[in-house]
């Protein structure tokens, strides 16, 4: 008798069961009833400290984004109800790509329904099963989905190590194919930033490709906020910029730019791009007014650097285990699953709202409990998470 | 020289009983995911070891038809040769 569709789920079953067994709520279904304002949100009924969105600059409530998303709702709809290929671009796409490309600094830009999208969509239309990969080998997911539906073969590096990224490339100067090497600017689970300036005298020695996520960093880092490429001074040599909207930004979407011509080549051949719904008007109006705000309010960014400079410190003084980089997201390591379930349970019912992220989607097996940082933050609301975790972590004797 | 696939699996073997959660019975037969209990990225880290070793580097595709200690010996041995 052939097998029943679940029946490979029968190891994920019997953990979920034993994390649900152990965890007074479900950590995957936590539900935001409404948010106040970008910091605050009422989970369980109660106003909770939010230190676990990606809303990093608080733009996802901003006021010139919501006014241009209720213009651009009543005057065009809210749709666009299929893919720029086949049923059309809007002027509004236009308008983004090239605000973005201008942003940038870069000859073109393409934008994606989600910044899911753009990674997938980019790597899938630069190499294909002749060519190879060079991955970070903490990747986001999205960057290993791309891999896949590419079809080229992966190679990892160890995290963050251009000496190893070397090495690999160095064993394939001889191959045929095409080569790229793909990195991020800060990683999402545990706010490491790349040295991306070391990357690219890798890239240089070799003369590979770079591409490079900017996700978590674009808005955050770089005295224009245009990411940790910015930041170390060697945007020029970055091929590949991709990014989401979904973060600093506040809205979703993502986006590719490049100084490549053959852009519109890339449009053609990516199917994420081309088989999908384009964006909906208020979503692009909302983006382009948030583009604004990033170019217009730079306090926004400096705050942001305070506050989580605040955190990090806070952290610290008790006695946490956190990463070493000052960036917008602080991950707490923990040394085992109940003791981080149990951790997390707490923060909540004291009012704190952090992401639990358990492995194998932590880098090193051990459990984190993610943070992250808004310029919306006041120092009371900081020094308030700071406080909780340092009383729950001296009552479960971790400090 | 180019090392054997017995070599490289005794290599292998090595390796893995460095770690003391590794069952202390395995054999070339043994199947990384199921008896060793290695998640996906746990294969991934661990064959980043090999390759430092063994200097080469083994794409991920490779990975996915690999069950046994002895498919790893003989897919390493494989993409070392070409290498040579
Ligand atoms: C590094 C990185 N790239 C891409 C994405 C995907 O972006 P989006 O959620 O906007 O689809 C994320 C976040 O989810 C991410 O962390």
């Known amino acids: 008798m052939s097998a029943g569709l679940f029946d490979k789920y029968s190891s994920l079953k019997r953990n979920y069961d034993s994390l649900m067994a152990a965890s007074p709520r479900n950590p995957f279904g936590v539900v935001i009833e409404c948010p106040l304002s970008a910091t605050v949100g009422i989970i369980e009924g109660r106003e909770t400290l939010l230190f676990g969105t990606n809303n990093y600059l608080g733009l996802s409530q901003s006021k010139m984004a919501r006014d241009a998303a209720i213009h651009t709702a009543e005057t065009m709809g809210v749709g666009t109800t299929g893919s720029r290929i086949a049923n059309g671009t809007f002027g509004l796409h236009q308008k983004l790509e090239q605000a973005l490309a201008g942003v940038f600094h870069k000859k073109h830009a393409m934008v994606f329904s989600t910044g899911y999208q753009a990674n997938l969509g980019t790597i899938s239309a630069l190499v294909n099963k002749d060519d190879t990969l060079f991955l970070d080998a903490d990747s986001h997911a999205s960057i290993y989905d791309g891999a896949r539906l590419s079809g080229a073969q992966v190679i990892r590096f160890r995290h963050n190590d251009p000496v190893d990224l070397e090495k690999r490339i160095a064993r394939t100067d001889k191959t045929p194919g095409a080569r790229l090497i793909i990195a991020e600017g800060i990683y999402s689970m545990t706010g490491n930033i790349a040295p991306l300036d070391k990357f690219v005298e890798v890239k240089k020695r070799h003369n590979v490709p770079l591409m490079v996520d900017e996700a978590h960093s674009f808005g955050v880092l770089g005295d224009h906020g245009r990411g940790v490429a910015e930041m170390q001074g060697c945007e020029k040599d970055i091929d590949f910029i991709v990014g989401t909207f979904s973060k600093s930004l506040g809205t979703v979407g993502g986006y590719c730019v490049t100084d490549h011509d053959e852009i519109d080549l890339m449009r053609l051949c990516s199917r994420p791009y081309m088989f999908t719904a384009s964006l909906p008007p208020e979503i692009i109006a909302a983006t382009l007014a948030a583009l604004e705000e990033i170019k217009n309010r730079p306090e926004l960014r400096q705050k942001l650097q305070d506050n989580a400079a605040r955190l990090h410190h806070g952290f610290k003084s008790v006695g946490l285990n956190t990463s070493n980089f000052i960036s917008p997201v602080i991950a707490v390591t923990l040394e085992n699953i109940p003791q981080a379930i149990t951790f997390w349970n707490a923060l909540l019912d004291a009012g704190v709202y952090v992401n639990l992220s358990l492995p194998p989607a932590t880098p090193d097996n051990r459990p984190l409990l993610r943070c992250s940082v808004m310029a919306a933050h006041s120092t009371e609301e900081i020094d308030q998470a700071v406080e909780t975790f340092g009383v729950i972590a001296k009552k479960l004797n971790l400090v | ?84």
Do not use: W, Y
Not at chain 2, 44 to 64: C, H, Q
């Open chain 2, 1 to 84: 020289m180019t090392d054997s696939v017995a070599d490289i699996s005794h290599l292998i073997l090595q390796k893995l009983l460095e770690n003391p959660k590794v069952p202390r019975d395995i054999s070339g037969d043994s199947r990384i995911v199921e008896d060793l209990a290695f998640d996906s990225l746990a294969v991934m880290n661990f064959v980043m070891e090999i390759e430092d070793t063994l200097d080469v580097s083994v794409p991920l595709d490779k990975l996915a038809d690999i069950r046994t200690i002895n498919d790893l010996a003989v897919c390493l041995h494989g993409i070392k040769a070409e290498q040579a």
